[in-house]
């Protein structure tokens, strides 16, 4: 819209600019005709400046006489036809009406060809003067109708900018300028497809998951039944790989399981209840505590402190036991694991440090994805683990991160979580 009253103004300026000239010429060309007629009449005589008329304008009256006489420029003069002409006085330009009376003489009323075009030229100003003081204050006031028409849309803007990435609802129409009405049902319209297809997802990774269940229970009682009967080596080898694959078809449904609880769960973590995340992490280390010492890892407190977060009480356990499942799973036999819970400002933290082989740098940026695993995977994970325990993270409203551990002689991964501390 700049563009256009630009060059609206420009194109409408030049040809207001050229009438205005040119009625300039026009109006100081009948001034000289009247003169004339004047002088004709017997008004004036003789050749002076006519100052009387316009001081500024530079109109004198020539005596030409009954024949050619004076200077080559006055006999010149002589020799035209009446009317309007162009000539020259002095070695400069003018404007001139020649005119004969009833006795024969002849008389010229001139006018310099550069006061003409002064005049003219500072009238053509004076009249597009108003169209450049207009150009400006229009395009500041498209500016601020602009700004104030679209102010409601820079505020949809922040509201989706601002939103999760699973809150799908429909954005207002409200305080919206009628032409984007349609844009914003579109979007609505979008919204809610986008919502549909993620709740069939969803349910058919619940309804997938559980109706899964019941078979692996099934094939899992079966295979532990096999114990009681004497097989063969090669048997025996080909069911320990079969129980291996079993667990880890559980575990996969487990997680997704849990994912789809996750997703099912109300996002608005101000309406959530106030959790000790302290006492969650003694539960989940209890629970864990007879498997850690099995592999011969030391699992326990580094340091706790009482952490009041607002979460839902499956969610913030299902996190904190998938942290540690994952560091006991890469954690080697005589490894240790360290819990620290403490308090930072207006955030509780949450950091597990392992001994394990820490992650690659070319991994590390990865491991929050979901289904992967690395090039160095270990037991029956289906890398949901730590992307579920990302995606409650954000959910609650917090951050993780995972780095690796380089203090001298110690490798090991360490994951940090940063949760809102609730107000008690």
Same mark, same amino acid.
């Given at each position: 819209?700049?563009?256009?009253?630009?060059?609206?103004?420009?194109?409408?300026?030049?040809?207001?600019h050229?009438?205005?000239?040119?009625? =300039?010429?026009? +109006?100081q060309?009948?001034v000289?005709?009247?003169?004339?007629?004047?002088v004709?009449?017997g008004?004036?005589?003789?050749?002076?400046?006519?100052?009387?008329?316009?001081?500024d304008?530079e109109?004198?009256?020539?005596?030409?006489g009954?024949?050619?006489?004076? #200077?080559?420029?006055e006999?010149?003069?002589?020799?035209l036809?009446?009317? !309007?002409?162009?000539a020259?006085?002095? @070695?400069?330009?003018? *404007?001139?009406v020649l005119?004969?009376?009833?006795?024969?003489?002849?008389f010229a009323?001139?006018q310099?060809?550069?006061?003409?075009d002064?005049?003219?030229?500072?009238?053509?100003?004076?009249?597009?003067?108003p169209?450049?003081?207009?150009i400006?204050?229009?395009?500041l006031?498209?500016a601020?109708?602009?700004?104030?028409?679209l102010?409601? !849309?820079v505020?949809?803007?922040?509201?989706?900018d601002?939103r *999760?990435?699973?809150d799908?609802?429909?954005?207002?129409?409200?305080?919206?300028?009628?032409?984007?009405?349609?844009f914003?049902?579109?979007?609505?319209?979008?919204l809610?497809?986008?919502?549909? +297809?993620?709740?069939?997802?969803?349910?058919?990774?619940?309804?997938?998951?559980?109706?899964?269940?019941?078979?692996? +229970?099934?094939?899992?009682?079966?295979?532990e039944?096999?114990d009681?009967?004497?097989?063969?080596?090669a048997?025996?080898?080909r069911?320990?790989? /079969?129980?291996?694959?079993?667990?880890?078809?559980?575990?996969?449904?487990e997680?997704? /399981?849990?994912?789809a609880r996750?997703?099912?769960?109300?996002?608005d973590?101000?309406?959530?209840?106030?959790?000790?995340?302290?006492?969650?992490a003694?539960?989940?280390?209890?629970?864990?505590?007879?498997? =850690?010492?099995?592999?011969?890892?030391?699992?326990?407190?580094?340091?706790?402190?009482s952490?009041?977060?607002r979460g839902?009480?499956?969610m913030?356990a299902?996190?904190?036991?998938n942290l540690?499942?994952?560091?006991? *799973?890469? #954690?080697?036999?005589?490894?240790?694991?360290?819990?620290?819970?403490?308090?930072?400002g207006?955030?509780?933290?949450?950091?597990?440090?392992?001994t394990?082989p820490?992650?690659?740098?070319?991994?590390?940026?990865?491991?929050?994805e979901?289904?992967f695993r @690395?090039?160095?995977?270990e037991?029956?994970?289906a890398?949901?683990?730590?992307?579920?325990?990302?995606?409650?993270?954000?959910?609650l409203?917090?951050?993780i991160?995972?780095?690796n551990?380089t203090? +001298?002689g110690r #490798?090991?991964?360490?994951?940090?979580v940063?949760?809102p501390?609730?107000?008690t």
């Amino acid at each position: 819209m700049t563009t256009v009253v630009l060059l609206t103004g420009l194109i409408g300026g030049v040809f207001a600019h050229r009438w205005a000239f040119d009625e =300039a010429i026009e +109006t100081q060309d009948s001034v000289l005709i009247q003169i004339a007629g004047l002088v004709q009449n017997g008004g004036f005589a003789g050749t002076q400046d006519l100052h009387g008329v316009d001081e500024d304008s530079e109109v004198w009256l020539m005596e030409l006489g009954k024949a050619p006489q004076g #200077t080559s420029e006055e006999r010149l003069l002589w020799r035209l036809q009446d009317g !309007m002409r162009d000539a020259t006085r002095k @070695g400069k330009p003018v *404007r001139v009406v020649l005119r004969t009376r009833s006795d024969g003489s002849r008389f010229a009323v001139a006018q310099s060809a550069g006061v003409r075009d002064e005049i003219a030229g500072d009238m053509a100003f004076r009249t597009v003067l108003p169209i450049l003081a207009l150009i400006p204050c229009l395009m500041l006031v498209i500016a601020f109708v602009i700004a104030r028409s679209l102010r409601p !849309m820079v505020r949809l803007a922040d509201e989706l900018d601002a939103r *999760r990435a699973d809150d799908m609802t429909a954005l207002p129409l409200r305080d919206l300028p009628s032409e984007l009405n349609p844009f914003v049902s579109s979007i609505n319209g979008l919204l809610q497809r986008m919502h549909e +297809t993620m709740e069939q997802q969803r349910r058919f990774i619940a309804d997938a998951a559980h109706e899964l269940r019941t078979p692996l +229970t099934a094939l899992s009682l079966q295979a532990e039944n096999l114990d009681q009967v004497e097989l063969p080596p090669a048997a025996s080898e080909r069911l320990a790989v /079969l129980r291996q694959g079993i667990r880890r078809s559980k575990h996969l449904l487990e997680q997704l /399981l849990a994912l789809a609880r996750h997703d099912a769960a109300p996002s608005d973590c101000a309406q959530s209840e106030i959790v000790e995340l302290d006492r969650a992490a003694r539960r989940i280390i209890a629970n864990l505590l007879g498997e =850690a010492i099995n592999r011969g890892v030391d699992l326990g407190f580094e340091r706790v402190e009482s952490i009041p977060v607002r979460g839902e009480p499956v969610m913030l356990a299902a996190m904190i036991r998938n942290l540690i499942d994952n560091a006991l *799973r890469f #954690t080697p036999e005589g490894g240790k694991i360290d819990v620290a819970i403490y308090q930072d400002g207006a955030t509780g933290v949450l950091r597990i440090d392992d001994t394990g082989p820490g992650v690659s740098s070319e991994e590390i940026g990865r491991i929050f994805e979901p289904f992967f695993r @690395g090039q160095r995977p270990e037991g029956d994970g289906a890398g949901l683990g730590l992307s579920i325990v990302k995606r409650i993270v954000d959910r609650l409203g917090g951050s993780i991160e995972a780095v690796n551990i380089t203090e +001298t002689g110690r #490798t090991g991964l360490r994951v940090v979580v940063r949760l809102p501390a609730a107000a008690t």
